[in-house]
C-alpha cells in the first residue's frame, strides 16, 4: 500500500491486486489489535540477512521518524510500550484507514478479491492473468509477504515469482516463532503452561532479555521469538530462569530468616514454585536452605541461571511472525529493490531476504522498502 501510494503520488497510474477480501489484514491483527507499527531504536544489526547491510539504504531513506509523521498527520494516537516499541492508542485499522486515505489520494485503484494466476513478461513490461481479467504494465512490484500465518491467506507466491524470472531464493523458515519440546523434555514442563517470567534468552554470542512463557507445547514469549530467529534445528539454546537477580546471594541472605524452608520453597520466594521445583530437580540438590553449603547454593543458581535445553523444532508457519530468507538481496538494487538482471521487477517487504526482530522492525522495513520501489517504479 505505501509503495503504490508513492507510485501514485508520482503521477504514475497504479492498480494495486490482493487476493484477500479486505486490505491490510496482517496489519490489522498486529499488537494484539493495535499495531506495533515501528519501532524507535530502528538500526541495521537488528535486521537478519545474508547481506545485514543491504537495509541500510531503505532504512535511512525512510525512517521510523518519517512514519510516524505521516501517523500523527493522519491524528493517531500513540505510544510506547516498552524497548521502543510503537503501538496505536486505539486500533490497528486506523493504520489501515491512513494507508487507503492515501490511496485514494494518490489515484490508485484497490482490487480485492483478485487472485494472481499467472505472470508473464510482455515486451518490456509484464502481463498479469489474474481472476478479475488480464492487466498489463511497465512495472511489477511484489509484495506478497512470506509464508507466515497461512490461515490469513500467506503463501510462497512471491517466491515461485523471483523463481520464475531466476531471481535466487535464500532458504526459507518460520521466525518470530515458538519453540516446542520433544516428549521427554515435554513431560518435565507441561506442568509449568502458563508460567512466564523475565528471562535472558541466549544462542551462541546472541541474547534476548524479555518475558518467556511455558506453554503445553514448548516455550514462547517474547525473548523466544527473538532467539528463533537465531536458532537452527538441533541447537541448543541457553536460559536464565531468574534474570537480573543473583539466586546464589539471594538464597545466601534468606539462610538466618528462611533456613527451615525446603531448598525448593526458600527458591519459590524469588521465582514461580513449579519452576522453582523444576530448577532444584536439576540441580539434583535436597534438603533445607539451612543445610546448604555454599557450593549447593552455587549449584542451584548455576541451575537457575544457565538452564540449557535444545528443544525439537518450532510452531512453524502456523504462528511464526515472519518468514526468514527469501528473494536474495544479491539479485537486488538496494536502493530501488529493483532486481538487477530484470527491468521493472521489484520485490519489497517480508519477500526479500531482510527479517527484523519483534517489535515494530518488520513493519519499519515493509515501508522503508516500499517506499524505496515506489520513488522509481
Known sequence: MLCAVEAGRRGRRVLLLDHAKAAGEKIRISGGGRCNFTNLNIEPDRFLSQNPRFALSAL???????????????????????????????????????????????????????????????????????????????SLVVATGGKSIPKMGATGLGYKLAAQFNLPIIETRAGLVPLTFGPHLLERTAPLSGVSVA???????????????????????????????????????????????????????????????????????????????????????????????????????????RWEVRPSGSEGYRTAEVTLGGVDTDAL?????????????Y???????VTGWLGGYNFQWAWSSGWAAGQVC
Not at 109 to 138: F, K, M, Q, W
Not at 215 to 243: F, K, M, N
Not at 335 to 341: D, G, H, N, P, Q
Not at 347 to 353: A, K, S
Open 199 to 305: 528471562a535472558r534468552v541466549g544462542h551462541g554470542t546472541t541474547s534476548f532479555d524479555e518475558g518467556l512463557l511455558f506453554t503445553h507445547r514448548g516455550l514462547s514469549g517474547p525473548s523466544i521469538l527473538q532467539i528463533s530467529s537465531y536458532w537452527d534445528e538441533g541447537d541448543g539454546i541457553v536460559v536464565d530462569l531468574c534474570a537480573g537477580k543473583d539466586v546464589a546471594a539471594l538464597l545466601s541472605g534468606d539462610r538466618r530468616e528462611f533456613g527451615r524452608l525446603s531448598i525448593k520453597n526458600a527458591l519459590a520466594r524469588h521465582m514461580p514454585e513449579k519452576l522453582a521445583a523444576l530448577v532444584v530437580e536439576d540441580a539434583g540438590v535436597a534438603g533445607n536452605l539451612a543445610d546448604q553449603s555454599k557450593a549447593g547454593l552455587e549449584t542451584i543458581a548455576r541451575a537457575a541461571h
Open 60 to 138: 535511512k531513506r525512510f525512517t521510523q521518524w518519517d512514519f510516524i509523521a505521516r501517523v500523527d498527520e493522519a491524528g493517531i494516537e500513540w505510544h510506547e510500550k516498552t524497548l521502543g516499541q510503537l503501538f496505536c492508542d486505539g486500533s490497528s485499522k486506523e493504520i489501515i484507514a491512513m494507508l487507503l486515505d492515501h490511496l485514494s489520494g494518490a489515484g490508485v485503484e484497490l482490487r480485492l478479491n483478485c487472485s494472481i494466476h499467472e505472470v508473464l513478461p510482455d515486451g518490456g513490461g509484464y502481463v498479469v492473468h489474474t481472476s478479475s481479467g488480464v492487466v498489463r504494465a511497465r
Open 347 to 353: 520485490f519489497i517487504g517480508e519477500v526479500v531476504d
Open 333 to 345: 538494487d538496494a536502493r530501488t529493490m529493483e532486481a538487477k538482471a530484470v527491468p521493472g521487477l
